[in-house]
């Protein structure tokens, strides 16, 4: 009895001691706080800051919504939103020289083009008051599918003014992903009047689609310019495991579904291998997904020792990532905000505070106590 008594003693240690070693890896970081800055906000897709102080920001439904001084104005002049699943009105930024120009892109599912269904497109239009004109569809992606995931999409400007954006596969893993005759799957680089750039990796390639930057993707619903190496950073959806943090290089393979460290939401296995030549192996993966949406270098002097560390949103568990980063590995991470609710975007403001969109809440500023 009493060697039975003392093995399972050993067997219960032995359990909270990988039960706290498991809650340890994502500890909560209790030291911080938030304020609601814009309430009662369903899907709020992404959001941007004006000159004047005023947001953008768009609801996944369709509506651009200009927020300032506790008002929500509805902006007239978008195209069609074509809302199925995962689709609907995504990202937007403003043209870098927005105040001589007045140019907002933006991200959205429409129907436009070849089939039925939809697909992800490129827009560009002129901010005049509370009304959009000038609106310009600088790429559509094709052929339109009506299965409801992977979109995208996330919209950066780099240092030299070219506009990168990401749409997903679609949801066909074993067709669009490795084929660069086709679209999906892929981040895409072109010129701010959606011309392509001359030295964009595959303009040579016969019949290759033209702004592809870089290839092999899943979903990539985040997408940062790093503001030191001014780097493109993404983040993409594995699958069950293998969300991947991943620095884009022109021309790179980036491996799905070739190469993954996740496997089928089933539980059985789509590939074998987790590596291989001319495939780039990930910055980080994360195995359980966290279901990544939103993404944020911290860039000021707001919150201490959090600066140059990277913030990224988890649907699925519902905290904000504070990833710190030491030589281009994630070394330690902590959940923010934890439990507020899925975390769909993340951006620095003007002032340097960090702001959050939060599903079925709205958009919150993180302060550090």
């Not at 007239?76 to 995962?86: K, W």
């Not at 954006?165 to 669009?176: H, K, W």
């Not at 392509?196 to 290759?208: T, Y």
Request: aromatic share 10%; glycine share 10%; net charge negative.
């Amino acid at each position: 009895m009493n060697n039975f008594y003392t093995k399972s003693f050993a067997i219960v240690i032995a359990f909270l001691s990988l039960t706290a070693c498991a809650q340890d890896k994502n500890p909560v970081n209790k030291q911080n706080s938030h304020e609601v800055v814009v309430p009662k906000l369903n899907i709020p897709w992404g959001f941007t800051f004006l000159p004047d102080g005023a947001m953008l920001i768009t609801e996944k439904s369709g509506e651009l919504i200009h927020y300032k001084d506790e008002k929500k104005t509805t902006i007239s002049g978008l195209p069609e939103i074509y809302v199925r699943g995962q689709g609907g009105l995504m990202d937007v930024v403003l043209h870098p020289n927005f105040k001589e120009n007045n140019y907002i892109y933006f991200s959205y599912a429409s129907s436009e083009g070849e089939g039925d269904g939809g697909n992800t497109a490129i827009a560009r239009a002129k901010l005049n008051n509370y009304n959009l004109t000038d609106v310009e569809v600088l790429y559509k992606a094709g052929p339109n599918t009506k299965r409801g995931q992977h979109f995208g999409s996330r919209i950066v400007f780099d240092e030299n003014g070219y506009l990168f954006f990401t749409i997903g596969e679609r949801g066909d893993r074993d067709t669009n992903p490795q084929d660069l005759t086709r679209d999906c799957g892929k981040v895409y680089r072109l010129n701010d009047d959606g011309s392509i750039p001359i030295d964009n990796p595959f303009v040579d390639i016969p019949n290759a689609k033209k702004a592809i930057y870089s290839y092999g993707h899943r979903n990539p619903q985040g997408m940062i310019m790093h503001p030191k190496t001014k780097e493109i950073w993404t983040h993409e959806h594995g699958p069950r495991g293998g969300d991947e943090i991943n620095i884009i290089k022109p021309g790179k393979n980036y491996g799905w579904p070739v190469i993954s460290y996740g496997i089928n939401y089933s539980g059985t296995s789509f590939t074998d291998i987790t590596e291989k030549e001319g495939m780039e192996q990930p910055l980080h993966y994360w195995d359980p997904s966290i279901a990544p949406s939103g993404m944020a270098f911290i860039d000021s002097d707001k919150y201490g020792d959090w600066n140059g560390n990277l913030l990224v949103g988890s649907l699925k568990f519902q905290y904000l990532d504070l990833c710190t980063i030491t030589d281009n590995k994630v070394i330690k991470e902590e959940r923010l905000l934890d439990g507020l609710g899925r975390v769909r975007c993340v951006e620095q403001g003007p002032d340097g505070y960090i702001y959050v969109g939060i599903e079925n809440l709205g958009i919150v500023k993180l302060i550090r106590k």
